[in-house]
């Protein structure tokens, strides 16, 4: 279990560390290695990003009926982080990553919003709440000098043989 908490806390850490604007521009190192960003680095490149309708994340575009999607370039978790578009300046880039149980699940989300809060400061106001339709939680920052948020939501899933949960990290529109 020690190991199982371990890789939670770390991998929360490193949930909010993936991209930056100077990233985007130049990812690899003079030495040809990839280039380490730490996680505010990441999230103010998304935010910046998030002026440009996430731009230069936007990778091969996924057809759907729901609005434009793209696959995500760079990724805050795992590598199936996306840039959905929908509506007139309706931009949002999320990622998600599954959870073996809800008190991981939990410590996923917690990380995330004590890593964000660090990060973004004083200007950004956090505001949690229950979600409407499940036992879960979300919480959002949000800012005057800025059009966007940061999100995390930790939410139950089900599964065809357990119960899962599903942590979801969001930059964008404000209404999702």
């Known amino acids: 279990m020690d190991l199982l908490k371990s890789f939670s806390l770390i991998a929360g850490t490193v949930l909010l560390a993936s991209c930056s604007t100077t990233a985007y521009e130049a990812y690899q190192a003079d030495d040809g290695r990839p280039k380490v960003y730490n996680a505010c680095q990441k999230i103010d ?3 910046s990003e ?3 309708n996430f731009d230069r994340v936007k ?3 996924i057809q759907s009926r729901a609005g434009n999607i793209w696959k995500a370039k760079h990724h805050l978790i795992g590598q199936d982080c996306q840039v959905w578009a929908w509506g007139k300046n309706r931009t ?3 990622c998600s990553t599954s959870a073996p149980s809800k008190d991981v699940a939990f410590e996923y989300f917690n ?3 004590s890593k964000a809060a660090q990060c973004l400061g004083d200007s ?3 505001e949690e709440s229950a979600r409407n339709k499940d036992e879960g939680r979300k919480a959002e920052f949000s800012s005057a000098k800025s059009k966007a948020i940061v999100a995390t939501h930790v939410v ?3 599964g065809l043989f357990k119960s899962e949960w599903t942590v979801y990290y969001y930059v964008g ?3 999702m």
């Open 45 to 47: 490149a998304l935010l």
């Open 50 to 52: 998030y002026e440009n």
């Open 59 to 61: 990778g091969d575009k």
């Open 92 to 94: 949002t880039y999320s």
């Open 111 to 113: 990380n995330a919003k």
């Open 124 to 126: 950004w106001s956090l």
């Open 156 to 158: 139950p899933t089900q």
């Open 173 to 175: 529109s404000a209404k």
